[in-house]
């Protein structure tokens, strides 16, 4: 699924509140991390997630290891915070606009 721009904006907006809900630590993305992330991308649909580490190409990775293994949508990254975005195929709480 792929955003389009104002989707992404809008999301971008609803994010700009939030408190990160997932915390990567230094050992990276483990069963537990995943396991966390699946919980509340479903119950919430719109997560910040907080990275750990200084190094850019190695949170890009991380970053994408969660996206796929999610199969979310990274909507934006700030520093060590991402926002990620995954539909809830049985009771969606957020409308996109078109």
Known sequence: ????????RYLRGLAHSM???VLLGGKGVTP??????????????LI??????????ARRVEIEKLVASSRA??????????VLYRRNGDKPQIALPR
């Open 48 to 57: 910040k997630v907080r990275l750990s580490g200084d190094d850019r190409a």
């Open 19 to 21: 408190k990160p809900v």
């Open 32 to 45: 537990g991390v995943l396991a966390e992330l699946e919980q509340a991308l479903d119950d919430h649909e």
């Open 73 to 82: 949508e990274a909507v934006q990254t700030i520093g060590r915070v991402t």
């Open 1 to 8: 699924m792929a955003l389009t721009s104002s989707q992404t």
